[in-house]
Structure formats: structure tokens, C-alpha cells
């Protein structure tokens, strides 16, 4: 992946992030022991400045908290995050090549994408070229803190949901993977390391 440069973002203002949760009811099939059974199925929406960044893919909830709330990388070149991917969890099988890239700032994160996200000219190094000459480079800035905290507030969202929901969550298993990325417990480990330094 291409190192990432605050000059690649074009954003100037401060673009308002949001992740909202998406609470779907799935019935289980009719030849099933246990037919008609509701479950509730939870997914996650990229919503900037009021408008869904309508990418036609599944959201990794896991990527979009390393992308706002992780360091960058060891060289200070930013990371690359595949924010949107297939249902399945593989972006190549939704012909997504090249992820998100984020910036983090003092006070800021960029991110930098490529739209449409999916590369659906083929595998092959021109339909990649046809891609990247056609795909249009989209640049956002976000307030670290207003980024931060939108990101506790959905996984406590999300803890409300699990702990109450008459229905049981179909992909409670993945969804619980999601609070492995908390920002709480970045902030956490970097107090404790500070308070270590100082001792």
C-alpha cells in the first residue's frame, strides 16, 4: 500500500464522524428445527457530515475502531484499514484491493479512500490501471476527541442492545469481537505506560 500524506487530504474543515448501529430481524427458514424463530442481526453505518457514506459493502466495525482510535503505523506513514469488506469478512471477495487510509494527528485523523471502493473491472493489471483511473480519491478530517468519543458511544449502544434484546443476536459472537478494539482500552494501556515512565 502507498504511504499516506496529510497533503492527499483535500478536506480543509473538520468533517463530523458518526457509526451508527443497524439492528436488522432475520427468520430462520422454514425447513429449520425452529422456523419462524426471530434473531437479531447487527451491523454498523458510516454516516459523515449527516450523510451515509454509501459504499454498497459491509462495514468492519473492528476496522473503523483501529483506523480512529490505533497509532499509525511504526514508520508515521498512517495505516491502511479494509473499512468496508464482503459479508463474508474477505474485501477481495467483494473485489475490494486497497482499504482505507488513516492519519492520525494531535488532533486529528484524516482519512483517504478511493470511490467506488470495488474494483468491478476484473483482476488483471489493466482492469486494475481502468480502476484507478476512473475511482475518485475522497479525503475527511476528524476531530480526534469528537472521533473518539462517537466510537465509545456506539459499542455502549451496543452493550445496551446485547444486555436487553428479547431476541437473541444472530452474530453476537462477531459482535463481541468488535469491543476487542475499544478505544477505552487504548487510552488505558497509554495512561498506565505513562504512569510507569514517571515511576
Not at 473538520?14 to 428445527?33: C, G, I, M, P, S
Not at 476487542?180 to 497509554?190: A, F, G, M, N, V
Amino acid at each position: 500500500m502507498n504511504m499516506i500524506k496529510s497533503s492527499t487530504i483535500e478536506a480543509k474543515k473538520l468533517n463530523h464522524f458518526e457509526l451508527r448501529l443497524k439492528q436488522t430481524t432475520v427468520y430462520q427458514e422454514a425447513d429449520t428445527l425452529q422456523s419462524g424463530a426471530a434473531t437479531l442481526q447487527l451491523s454498523a453505518e458510516i454516516w459523515i457530515d449527516a450523510q451515509m457514506l454509501d459504499e454498497p459493502h459491509t462495514v468492519s466495525v473492528n476496522a473503523v475502531l483501529r483506523s480512529l482510535a490505533k497509532v499509525n503505523s511504526p514508520d508515521g506513514g498512517g495505516r491502511w484499514d479494509f473499512v468496508f469488506t464482503c459479508a463474508c469478512g474477505n474485501p477481495s471477495c467483494a473485489c475490494i484491493y486497497e482499504g482505507v487510509g488513516a492519519l492520525r494527528g494531535e488532533e486529528s485523523i484524516d482519512w483517504v479512500l478511493r470511490r467506488p471502493q470495488a474494483n468491478r473491472f476484473g483482476t488483471g493489471v489493466l482492469a486494475f490501471k481502468q480502476w484507478c483511473e476512473t475511482s475518485q480519491w475522497q479525503g475527511y478530517r476528524f476531530d480526534v476527541d469528537q472521533a473518539n468519543a462517537e466510537l465509545i458511544r456506539f459499542l455502549d449502544e451496543v452493550a445496551v442492545v446485547i444486555n436487553t434484546s428479547d431476541m437473541p443476536i444472530a452474530n453476537e459472537s462477531q459482535v463481541l469481537i468488535w469491543f476487542e478494539d475499544d478505544p477505552r482500552l487504548s487510552q488505558s494501556s497509554q495512561s498506565s505506560d505513562q504512569v510507569g515512565d514517571a515511576a
